[in-house]
């Protein structure tokens, strides 16, 4: 019997040193993500081309050359955005039916064929026609929001085949119900329009919304007054690329783009717009009510917050309906994660070596309350010029949100409450400039204090009261360790004192960057233009100013439909 009990001790013991010893690349079959759902997954994407396409002329048809990067979720349909990156695309907005679970349908031209200009000449800029289109919403009224960039070939001779436009479109009827151009005074040399959020929260009818838009090359946030027919501009130095994070890392894969803003996210509940350029480890925040007051006087620096840091680069933003947690994707680590800024309540909510790779965009659907859907490419192979036909490059995946009641962080590796007792202050660039006020005499730092994502601006509070993690041991490199620690890894980024502060860093609030729900009540008019810096207030009298510039509509089209 003593025999037979030693065995088994040992037997035990080998399991628990195999299992924290077990390889990186084992770790997705260890711990698959129960609650992800591939819906749709594509080796190469192909189109419902019509008897007289040129399906065999390169430039009108190159299937390693069309990739996802953006989507759209209605009751019965999936629309995605497949942007003119390089040649060969044939039409740059499309959708499939969202009913099948796991098929590799083919792309069905939408709104149909005419709006497609690829390898054409015959067309005129003010015709309904679709250039590159990167990312689509669809808003409370059932329509479609088109924001067509406009550039073709944007990896390749960057060509400014258009100037850049919004099609608003019924999903009822399937007719474009608006246009919106843009005028020269928002634009910039090489202006790329990437992604866009509706505001309604104060919206009166279905054409009194505000849309905020990046602009990645000429980084820059631009806003659209849809009740006015106005547009404005606001730029700051958090949307511009970080060169120390040029460079990312999937899997084996390593990459250099200098893309700024691309990330976007809207907090309904509290009013916050979420952004990040793709080259930074951080992600910063605006009110809605400062966006929405109009450009800024010269020499004026635009109120923006800084939220935290995440252990690597990412695209997709989203915010849960539930408790307002910001659902990002760092790349490096191929996860899904939330974040709660006012709490600081954390989870990873999915990883997947497989599924998760690059994923450049997370959209929610009113048909599915608590429930996200995300674009997952292999851009970088893509990129790299190394896209393997033969594997799975474009899926759109599925997950239900938590709905955060319950407490602690939870992950699907462990499966037990992941936490460590804190012995001294976090670890960020602000702890020498009073920002932190640590529990004890000297800065010994507790690297799962820095969680994977890290806000300077709760550092100002107690640290959360972690508990004992027993045999976490977390000096194993995985995805995992990796994003509950704040690592640099991967990718192997310059080394930088975490003492020294940048000027990014004193974006940091004295308090968490939520704004009263009471400064701009759902029922309010839209926020007339300020010529003074706006602060985060309580009274909306302090967005109330006289309009400064921009007092004329620009080009603005409506489709009356008989």
């Known amino acids: 019997m003593y025999i037979k009990k030693t065995r088994a001790m040992r037997h035990l013991l080998a399991s628990v040193l195999c299992f924290l010893l077990w390889p990186t690349a084992h770790i997705s079959a260890l711990a698959p993500s129960p609650g992800l759902q591939v819906v749709k997954q594509w080796k190469l994407l192909g189109y ?30 999936i629309f995605v955005a497949t942007p003119k990156l390089l040649s060969g695309v044939s039409s740059t907005v499309s959708w499939v039916p969202k009913a099948q679970i796991g098929d590799s349908p083919t792309l069905q031209a939408y709104p149909d064929w005419s709006f497609s200009n690829t390898a054409r000449t015959n067309f005129n800029c003010s015709d309904l026609i679709l250039t590159s289109v990167y990312r689509l919403r669809i808003d409370s009224c059932n329509r479609l929001w088109i924001l067509d960039a406009g550039i073709s070939r944007s990896l390749e ?47 009166k009818s279905c054409d009194d919304v505000f849309v905020y838009i990046t602009d990645t090359v000429e980084p820059g946030i631009i806003v659209y007054d849809s009740a006015k027919d106005l547009t404005w501009r606001h730029s700051h130095p958090a949307m511009y690329p970080d060169p120390d994070f040029a460079q990312s890392e999937i899997l084996n894969d390593r990459f250099v783009l200098m893309d700024g803003v691309v990330g976007l ?62 659902i990002f994707s760092p790349l490096s680590e191929t996860a899904i994660a939330s974040w709660n800024p006012s709490t600081n309540q954390q989870s990873v ?3 997947d070596r497989d599924n998760l790779q690059f994923v450049a965009d997370i959209t929610r659907t009113r048909s599915e309350p608590g429930v996200i859907y995300a674009i997952a490419s292999k851009f970088h192979r893509f990129f790299l010029k190394n896209l393997n036909p033969n594997e799975y490059n474009n899926r759109i995946v599925r997950l239900e949100l938590p709905t955060g009641k319950s407490p602690g962080i939870k992950t699907p590796l462990l499966g037990h409450q992941l936490a460590v007792t804190p012995k001294g202050a976090a670890q960020n660039s602000l702890l020498p400039y009073g920002v932190y ?57 310059a080394t930088r004192d975490i003492y020294q502060r940048s000027y990014l860093d004193t974006l940091v609030a004295d308090h968490v960057t939520t704004a009263p729900a009471s400064a701009v009540p759902y029922s309010a008019s839209p926020a007339p233009y300020s010529t003074s810096p706006v602060p985060y207030s309580t009274s909306p009298a302090a967005y109330s100013a006289s309009p400064a510039t921009y007092t004329t509509r620009h080009n603005g089209y409506y489709y009356h439909l008989n």
């Open 265 to 326: 996210a809207f907090d309904e509940r509290n009013g916050i717009v979420y952004f990040q350029p793709l080259a930074t480890d951080r992600v910063f925040s605006v009110h809605k009510n400062v966006l929405r007051s109009g450009p800024l006087a010269n020499g004026q620096m635009l109120d923006v917050k800084l939220v935290g840091k995440k252990s690597s680069q990412g695209i997709g933003l989203a915010v849960s309906p539930y408790d307002s947690s910001l």
């Open 349 to 351: 909510l999915a990883q």
């Open 48 to 77: 419902n081309f019509p008897q007289s396409s040129r399906s065999n002329d390169a430039n009108f048809y190159s299937p390693t050359n069309v990739l996802i990067t953006g989507i759209a979720v209605s009751e019965d349909r």
């Open 437 to 493: 006020t640590p529990h004890t005499q000297t800065h010994t730092h507790t690297n799962a204090l820095q969680t994977y994502f890290t806000s300077p601006a709760l550092t100002t509070r107690t640290p959360y009261k972690f508990e004992n993690a027993g045999v976490v041991n977390y000096g194993l490199r995985n995805p995992f360790t990796a994003l509950n620690q704040g690592e640099a890894f991967p990718p192997t980024k």
């Open 157 to 203: 001779d960057y060509e400014t085949t258009c100037p850049p436009k919004i099609l608003v479109v019924d999903l009822d009827t399937d007719r474009v119900v608006r246009r919106i151009d843009f005028p020269r005074e928002v634009l910039r040399g090489e202006s790329l329009f990437t992604n866009m959020v509706i505001d309604e929260t104060t919206a």
